[in-house]
Protein backbone atom coordinates (compact mmCIF):
# COMPACT_ATOMS: atom_id res chain seq x y z
CA UNK A 1 0.00 0.00 0.00
CA UNK A 2 1.50 3.38 -0.88
CA UNK A 3 0.00 6.78 -0.77
CA UNK A 4 -0.23 9.59 -2.33
CA UNK A 5 -0.71 13.21 -1.24
CA UNK A 6 -1.99 16.52 -2.93
CA UNK A 7 -1.78 19.94 -2.06
CA UNK A 8 -5.21 21.28 -3.11
CA UNK A 9 -4.61 25.49 -2.88
CA UNK A 10 -5.67 28.12 -5.35
CA UNK A 11 -8.08 31.30 -5.54
CA UNK A 12 -11.37 29.53 -6.14
CA UNK A 13 -12.16 25.73 -5.91
CA UNK A 14 -15.62 23.85 -6.14
CA UNK A 15 -16.50 20.66 -5.19
CA UNK A 16 -20.15 19.98 -5.89
CA UNK A 17 -21.44 16.23 -5.15
CA UNK A 18 -24.81 17.30 -5.73
CA UNK A 19 -24.54 20.34 -7.99
CA UNK A 20 -27.43 20.02 -10.33
CA UNK A 21 -28.66 22.89 -12.95
CA UNK A 22 -28.68 26.30 -12.47
CA UNK A 23 -27.59 25.94 -9.08
CA UNK A 24 -24.43 24.67 -8.84
CA UNK A 25 -23.02 24.69 -4.65
CA UNK A 26 -20.00 23.49 -3.30
CA UNK A 27 -19.00 20.88 -0.86
CA UNK A 28 -16.61 22.33 2.20
CA UNK A 29 -14.12 19.54 1.01
CA UNK A 30 -12.65 18.16 -1.79
CA UNK A 31 -14.67 15.67 -3.41
CA UNK A 32 -13.60 12.19 -4.34
CA UNK A 33 -15.15 12.67 -7.87
CA UNK A 34 -13.40 15.76 -8.07
CA UNK A 35 -9.91 14.75 -7.06
CA UNK A 36 -10.17 11.36 -9.34
CA UNK A 37 -11.37 13.51 -12.37
CA UNK A 38 -8.08 15.50 -11.42
CA UNK A 39 -5.84 12.25 -11.69
CA UNK A 40 -7.47 10.75 -14.73
CA UNK A 41 -6.79 14.06 -16.83
CA UNK A 42 -3.23 14.23 -15.06
CA UNK A 43 -2.97 10.56 -16.73
CA UNK A 44 -4.87 11.91 -20.33
CA UNK A 45 -7.84 9.18 -19.87
CA UNK A 46 -11.14 10.34 -22.35
CA UNK A 47 -14.42 11.04 -20.46
CA UNK A 48 -15.97 7.92 -21.49
CA UNK A 49 -12.21 5.77 -19.85
CA UNK A 50 -12.59 3.08 -17.28
CA UNK A 51 -12.90 4.15 -13.66
CA UNK A 52 -12.84 1.44 -12.04
CA UNK A 53 -8.90 1.64 -10.92
CA UNK A 54 -9.60 4.98 -9.58
CA UNK A 55 -12.52 4.29 -7.77
CA UNK A 56 -11.26 1.35 -5.93
CA UNK A 57 -8.40 3.96 -4.42
CA UNK A 58 -8.84 4.91 -0.75
CA UNK A 59 -9.19 8.26 -0.33
CA UNK A 60 -8.92 11.07 2.52
CA UNK A 61 -8.52 14.98 3.02
CA UNK A 62 -7.44 17.08 5.95
CA UNK A 63 -8.93 20.70 6.05
CA UNK A 64 -5.43 23.27 7.05
CA UNK A 65 -7.53 26.31 5.38
CA UNK A 66 -10.99 25.98 4.99
CA UNK A 67 -11.49 29.01 3.21
CA UNK A 68 -14.66 30.98 2.98
CA UNK A 69 -18.01 30.58 1.12
CA UNK A 70 -18.24 32.70 -2.63
CA UNK A 71 -21.56 32.88 -4.26
CA UNK A 72 -21.22 34.13 -8.14
CA UNK A 73 -24.49 35.13 -9.77
CA UNK A 74 -23.88 34.84 -13.85
CA UNK A 75 -25.37 35.94 -16.53
CA UNK A 76 -24.58 34.08 -19.68
CA UNK A 77 -25.71 34.41 -23.71
CA UNK A 78 -25.34 31.77 -26.02
CA UNK A 79 -21.94 32.01 -27.98
CA UNK A 80 -24.07 30.93 -31.67
CA UNK A 81 -27.41 31.79 -31.66
CA UNK A 82 -26.49 34.80 -28.83
CA UNK A 83 -29.73 33.55 -27.09
CA UNK A 84 -30.19 34.47 -22.91
CA UNK A 85 -28.42 31.77 -20.74
CA UNK A 86 -30.37 30.62 -18.04
CA UNK A 87 -29.88 32.71 -14.56
CA UNK A 88 -27.27 30.38 -12.44
CA UNK A 89 -25.67 30.63 -8.84
CA UNK A 90 -22.01 28.99 -8.77
CA UNK A 91 -20.55 28.68 -5.52
CA UNK A 92 -17.02 28.61 -4.58
CA UNK A 93 -14.21 28.33 -1.49
CA UNK A 94 -12.12 31.01 -1.51
CA UNK A 95 -8.34 30.89 -0.25
CA UNK A 96 -8.74 27.45 0.72
CA UNK A 97 -6.14 25.07 1.14
CA UNK A 98 -6.59 21.38 1.53
CA UNK A 99 -4.15 17.85 1.50
CA UNK A 100 -6.12 15.13 -0.44
CA UNK A 101 -4.63 11.66 -0.25
CA UNK A 102 -5.01 8.15 -2.19
CA UNK A 103 -4.07 4.89 -1.07
CA UNK A 104 -3.64 1.86 -3.28
CA UNK A 105 -1.06 -0.32 -5.41
CA UNK A 106 2.24 1.18 -5.34
CA UNK A 107 2.94 0.90 -9.10
CA UNK A 108 -0.08 2.17 -9.85
CA UNK A 109 0.18 4.90 -7.21
CA UNK A 110 3.34 5.59 -8.60
CA UNK A 111 2.01 6.07 -12.26
CA UNK A 112 -0.25 8.80 -10.78
CA UNK A 113 2.53 10.61 -9.50
CA UNK A 114 3.94 10.33 -12.64
CA UNK A 115 1.33 11.77 -14.62
CA UNK A 116 0.98 14.83 -12.19
CA UNK A 117 4.36 15.64 -12.44
CA UNK A 118 4.15 15.68 -16.97
CA UNK A 119 -0.21 15.85 -16.99
CA UNK A 120 -1.67 15.21 -20.25
CA UNK A 121 -4.52 18.10 -19.00
CA UNK A 122 -4.22 20.97 -16.78
CA UNK A 123 -5.48 20.22 -13.46
CA UNK A 124 -7.91 22.30 -11.85
CA UNK A 125 -9.69 22.35 -8.74
CA UNK A 126 -13.38 21.23 -9.14
CA UNK A 127 -13.89 23.37 -12.04
CA UNK A 128 -11.84 24.49 -14.68
CA UNK A 129 -11.98 27.76 -13.73
CA UNK A 130 -10.18 27.16 -11.01
CA UNK A 131 -6.16 26.21 -11.32
CA UNK A 132 -4.58 25.68 -8.48
CA UNK A 133 -1.70 28.37 -7.36
CA UNK A 134 0.74 26.12 -6.40
CA UNK A 135 2.36 22.98 -7.02
CA UNK A 136 -0.51 19.72 -7.06
CA UNK A 137 2.55 17.13 -5.55
CA UNK A 138 3.86 17.30 -1.93
CA UNK A 139 6.13 14.38 -2.18
CA UNK A 140 6.90 11.42 -3.63
CA UNK A 141 4.63 8.39 -2.63
CA UNK A 142 4.83 7.18 1.02
CA UNK A 143 4.41 3.48 2.15
CA UNK A 144 2.42 3.98 4.78
CA UNK A 145 -1.15 3.96 6.03
CA UNK A 146 -3.55 7.16 4.21
CA UNK A 147 -4.42 7.73 7.39
CA UNK A 148 -1.19 7.75 9.20
CA UNK A 149 0.26 10.10 6.37
CA UNK A 150 -2.73 12.76 6.47
CA UNK A 151 -1.64 12.87 10.02
CA UNK A 152 1.99 13.00 9.79
CA UNK A 153 2.09 15.72 6.70
CA UNK A 154 2.87 19.16 7.41
CA UNK A 155 0.46 21.81 7.84
CA UNK A 156 -0.32 23.71 4.53
CA UNK A 157 -1.57 26.69 5.95
CA UNK A 158 -0.39 30.08 4.24
CA UNK A 159 1.65 32.40 6.75
CA UNK A 160 -1.39 35.18 6.71
CA UNK A 161 -4.39 32.25 8.02
CA UNK A 162 -1.99 31.25 10.77
CA UNK A 163 -1.15 34.34 11.94
CA UNK A 164 -5.09 35.31 11.85
CA UNK A 165 -5.34 32.32 13.73
CA UNK A 166 -2.76 33.37 16.15
CA UNK A 167 -4.65 36.92 16.91
CA UNK A 168 -7.70 35.27 17.22
CA UNK A 169 -6.57 33.07 19.57
CA UNK A 170 -4.60 35.55 21.70
CA UNK A 171 -8.13 37.72 21.56
CA UNK A 172 -9.78 34.38 22.78
CA UNK A 173 -7.14 33.54 25.24
CA UNK A 174 -4.60 35.64 25.43
CA UNK A 175 -2.27 32.72 24.11
CA UNK A 176 -1.07 33.14 20.45
CA UNK A 177 -1.01 29.01 20.11
CA UNK A 178 -3.86 29.11 17.23
CA UNK A 179 -5.50 26.45 15.82
CA UNK A 180 -5.27 22.92 17.79
CA UNK A 181 -6.52 20.84 15.74
CA UNK A 182 -7.58 19.98 11.91
CA UNK A 183 -10.19 18.16 10.48
CA UNK A 184 -9.58 14.79 8.58
CA UNK A 185 -12.44 13.15 6.66
CA UNK A 186 -11.89 9.94 5.12
CA UNK A 187 -13.69 7.20 3.34
CA UNK A 188 -15.49 4.46 6.13
CA UNK A 189 -14.28 1.07 6.16
CA UNK A 190 -16.49 -1.75 5.93
CA UNK A 191 -18.72 -2.27 8.76
CA UNK A 192 -17.76 0.96 9.54
CA UNK A 193 -21.17 3.78 10.58
CA UNK A 194 -20.42 6.60 8.21
CA UNK A 195 -20.73 10.33 9.61
CA UNK A 196 -22.38 11.20 6.32
CA UNK A 197 -23.01 9.86 2.70
CA UNK A 198 -21.91 11.56 -0.51
CA UNK A 199 -22.71 10.77 -4.23
CA UNK A 200 -19.24 11.25 -5.16
CA UNK A 201 -17.88 8.00 -6.37
CA UNK A 202 -17.02 8.21 -9.87
CA UNK A 203 -18.62 5.36 -11.91
CA UNK A 204 -18.24 7.17 -15.17
CA UNK A 205 -17.32 10.63 -16.50
CA UNK A 206 -19.40 10.61 -19.91
CA UNK A 207 -20.61 13.62 -20.77
CA UNK A 208 -23.83 11.97 -21.69
CA UNK A 209 -24.41 9.56 -18.64
CA UNK A 210 -22.40 10.65 -16.02
CA UNK A 211 -22.64 8.14 -13.13
CA UNK A 212 -21.67 8.70 -9.25
CA UNK A 213 -21.95 6.15 -6.24
CA UNK A 214 -22.41 6.95 -2.95
CA UNK A 215 -19.47 7.02 -0.59
CA UNK A 216 -19.63 6.55 3.31
CA UNK A 217 -17.31 9.07 5.01
CA UNK A 218 -16.49 9.22 8.39
CA UNK A 219 -14.55 12.34 10.06
CA UNK A 220 -12.18 13.21 12.83
CA UNK A 221 -9.76 15.94 14.80
CA UNK A 222 -6.00 14.97 14.83
CA UNK A 223 -3.60 17.17 16.65
CA UNK A 224 -1.96 19.85 14.64
CA UNK A 225 0.92 18.53 12.81
CA UNK A 226 4.33 20.32 12.26
CA UNK A 227 5.17 23.52 10.14
CA UNK A 228 7.61 22.30 8.54
CA UNK A 229 8.31 19.88 5.88
CA UNK A 230 7.52 15.89 7.18
CA UNK A 231 9.20 14.67 4.39
CA UNK A 232 12.74 14.43 3.99
CA UNK A 233 12.44 14.87 -0.37
CA UNK A 234 11.67 18.71 -1.68
CA UNK A 235 8.83 19.23 -3.00
CA UNK A 236 9.60 18.59 -6.96
CA UNK A 237 9.03 21.15 -9.45
CA UNK A 238 5.82 21.11 -11.56
CA UNK A 239 4.43 24.20 -13.95
CA UNK A 240 1.69 22.30 -15.77
CA UNK A 241 1.71 25.57 -18.08
CA UNK A 242 4.92 25.56 -19.01
CA UNK A 243 3.41 22.96 -22.21
CA UNK A 244 1.40 25.78 -23.17
CA UNK A 245 2.25 28.34 -26.39
CA UNK A 246 1.63 31.62 -26.01
CA UNK A 247 -1.44 32.91 -27.11
CA UNK A 248 -1.53 34.88 -30.52
CA UNK A 249 -2.52 38.94 -29.79
CA UNK A 250 -5.69 39.86 -31.05
CA UNK A 251 -6.31 41.92 -34.59
CA UNK A 252 -9.38 43.31 -34.18
Not at 174 to 185: D, I, K, M, N
Not at 193 to 198: G, M, N, Q, S, V
Request: proline share 10%; with cysteine.
Amino acid sequence: MSVLLLRLAGPLQAWGSAARFTRRTTENAPTKSGVLGLLAAAQGRARDADLSDLAKLEFGVRLDQPGTRLRDFQTAHHAGSGKAMPLSERFYLADAIFVAGVAGDPKFINALYEALLDPMFLPYLGRRSCPPAQPVTIAEPLDTSLEQALREAAWEASDWYRRQCANSARHRTGSASGPQQLELLLDCRAGEEPDTTLRDLPLSFDPRHRQYGLRGVRGTHIPLPPKSPAATSPPPSHDPTAVLSPAAPRTT
